[in-house]
């Protein structure tokens, strides 16, 4: 799916202010173990996928607690360091080579002034991170692994052939053993 039919699932835009969109982003490669963004330090860009895994974590303990992963077409951001330009609580990586599209805060806020369709269309874009982050919540204190593991696999079945899966794990909430025999026993 490219960009744009990815976006207009959010909000419909026009094509003359998707422009206005395309015309400020800045092309951005990062290579494979890369960091984006690491703790204490502000994210300052909001990236879109092009190509490539990223995956957001953080670290207590020498334990690592996946959050979330990014691939294209999708945006690629800690949250609330970018929105709240705060210096960031935890890690932003790529696990491929990775080709993003950078914009910059200053350049989102100016086309937010600018487009109310741009502006209705990342409102809906966080709305739905929102509800996104909920059923998350949800689903890791209220389903079984098998449930968590088959939800995964329908919602991002590519990842299985991209990501380590200690970090799918992780992401799971499942013991590495676990997940093992998850992916050599369910057949999705």
Do not use: W
Not at 162 to 179: C, E, M, Q, R, W
């Amino acid at each position: 799916m490219d960009r744009y039919a990815y976006l207009c699932q959010f909000h419909p835009i026009p094509p003359a202010d998707y422009a206005l969109l395309e015309a400020k982003l800045r092309p951005r490669s990062f290579r494979k173990g890369e960091f984006i963004v690491v703790p204490g330090e502000v994210q300052r860009e909001l990236y879109f996928v092009r190509e490539g895994v990223q995956m957001s974590y953080a670290e207590t303990d020498k334990k690592l607690h996946v959050i979330a992963f990014t691939y294209a077409p999708g945006p690629c951001a800690l949250p609330e360091s970018f929105a709240a330009q705060q210096p960031a609580a935890y890690y932003l990586t790529c696990l491929t080579d990775s080709r993003l599209d950078a914009l910059s805060y200053a350049d989102l806020e100016a086309l937010l002034d600018q487009s109310p369709s741009l502006e209705r269309l990342f409102r809906k874009m966080a709305e739905a991170m929102l509800a996104g982050v909920i059923h998350r919540h949800v689903e890791l204190h209220a389903a079984g692994m098998e449930e968590r593991y088959r939800a995964f696999c329908r919602r991002s079945p590519h990842l299985l052939q991209l990501v380590p899966h200690k970090y799918i794990a992780s992401y799971l909430g499942i013991d590495p053993t676990n997940f093992s025999k998850l992916f050599n026993q369910v057949k999705i």
